[in-house]
């Protein structure tokens, strides 16, 4: 198969950035460092051969006991060129913070709520991180795999 | 059939009596029920419950389906949904309430004006149903007090209205020192 014009340009754009790519029935995966994520996702929206327009979803992947930890995950959608690629971002435990990617695609202002929401990654240049389907006063980040699965901590009446 | 007949016979010949006799009720030829007050008022609330739908979650189809023409809650009286919960006192619950939602079902409920009954529609609403998670309120009788369970995911239609009559059993049999019932035992709100 044919390596994909996406994962080309961006391993000749980015070579540092880049830490892996592959490639399955068509659908394309990059794994990169998350440094640079904003000028690569700018990069994707706007080169004339990519033009990914449409941010379909962001999403997080907690590898408890993996160095690193988090994995931020962008899936992008091409409406020119009918093409989808997946974006993974690695971010560790330690520093666990990524730069935003609203000022590219407004869509990930509510999806970088819920990420901050469930499993505490920062999103720097977020204009307004704050919870989005948790409380105000909510402790912890529930979507953690070491968060207790029997852990309540409900607004008002008993704990059960 | 037979139970129509019996009943009409039975008034046919208390009309018949009445007018062979010679006391008061005479004068008052058939005109007059005589009952407890307490009962009357009772009968008149299980026929005429005006509803709060609290609809959160899936529950809601299925909720439409028994209002609706099909399995029609109105054939039971309770026909009107408010949407503001001063002009209601059926409070039903639908679906799957939240932490972060308690606080409103419970002001909803302390801003009913009483008497006021709950329906907790669904098994989410009975006990949580299988959201046993850190975000589901496990049962709304952890915040208010309910007085019917239909549990279900969803409950059929039937369920539902099964569960109406037998409330409406409940309303029969209250005593007016039931009432008030007061605040939701809930701490804060």
């Known amino acids: 198969m044919d390596e994909s014009v996406t994962l080309k340009k961006l391993a000749q754009k980015f070579p540092d950035a880049v830490v892996g790519t592959h490639r399955f029935r068509g659908d394309d995966t990059v794994i990169v460092t998350k440094d640079k994520i904003r000028d690569i996702c700018f990069f994707l929206r706007d080169d004339p051969d990519l033009l990914y327009n449409f941010m379909m979803d962001l999403t997080v992947v907690d590898y408890l006991g993996r160095e690193p930890r988090f994995e931020v995950v962008y899936h992008l959608y091409s409406l020119a060129h009918n093409q989808r690629v997946r974006l993974k971002a690695l971010v560790p435990e330690s520093d666990l913070t990524i730069d935003s990617v609203v000022p590219v695609w407004i869509a990930a202002d509510w999806f970088e709520r819920e990420a901050y929401d469930m499993y505490g990654v920062v999103f720097q240049g977020h204009p307004n991180l704050r919870r989005i389907l948790l409380y105000e006063g909510f402790e912890g980040h529930p979507l953690r795999k070491d968060y207790p699965l029997k852990k309540r901590q409900p607004l008002i009446g008993p704990v059960n | ?189």
């Not at chain 2, 018949?16 to 009357?40: F, H, N, Y």
């Not at chain 2, 005006?50 to 029609?72: N, Q």
């Not at chain 2, 039971?76 to 949407?83: D, I, S, T, V, W």
């Open chain 2, 1 to 189: 059939m037979g139970l129509k007949l019996s009943r009409w016979q039975v008034t046919r010949d208390l009309v018949a009596r009445q007018k062979e006799s010679t006391g008061p009720e005479r004068l008052l030829d058939g005109s007059v029920i005589l009952t407890r007050l307490e009962a009357a008022v009772n009968w008149a609330r299980k026929y005429s419950f005006f509803l709060y739908p609290f609809v959160t979650a899936c529950c809601g189809m299925e909720f439409m389906s028994v209002a609706g023409p099909r399995y029609d809650l109105d054939r039971f009286g309770a026909a009107l949904p408010r949407f503001s919960p001063r002009q209601a006192d059926l409070l039903m619950v639908v679906g799957t309430i939240s932490h972060k939602q308690a606080p409103i079902l419970v002001k909803v409920y302390n801003q009913m004006a009483e008497p006021k009954w709950v329906f907790a529609f669904g098994v989410c609403a009975v006990s949580g149903g299988f959201y046993d998670n850190y975000s589901v309120v496990q049962g709304i009788d952890t915040l208010i007090p309910v007085d019917i369970y239909v549990p279900g995911c969803p409950p059929r239609p039937e369920m539902v209205l099964d569960g109406l009559l037998q409330l409406q059993q409940k309303v029969k049999e209250e005593r007016w020192s039931d009432w008030p019932r007061g605040e939701a035992p809930v701490s804060r709100c």
